[in-house]
């Protein structure tokens, strides 16, 4: 196709871009293998405790926003 200016801005040489998909392959490969790896890895406890933490305060917080709108509403309807 056309050309990659991998070398940036050194004045080298354009590599055509076959040979530079050549060289990222290797490259784009290990770097799925490293995310599959990681993945696949258990939530450490404490992090997993300090998720359900955030959990439970998102849900207060709604359900005091479910709360107060329904006052809201009631107040509206008895005036």
């Not at 801005?9 to 055509?16: F, L, T, W």
């Not at 998720?51 to 005036?79: C, F, I, N, P």
């Amino acid at each position: 196709m056309g050309k990659d200016n991998s070398g940036g801005d050194s004045g080298a040489k354009p590599v055509d871009a076959r040979v530079a998909r050549r060289r990222q392959d290797p490259i784009g490969r290990r770097l799925r293998q490293m995310y599959d790896d990681v993945v696949s890895e258990d939530v450490p406890n404490d992090f997993m405790s300090f998720l359900e933490q955030a959990d439970e305060r998102k849900s207060d917080v709604q359900a005091a926003g479910h709360t107060e709108a329904q006052q809201k509403r009631a107040l509206k309807t008895e005036s």
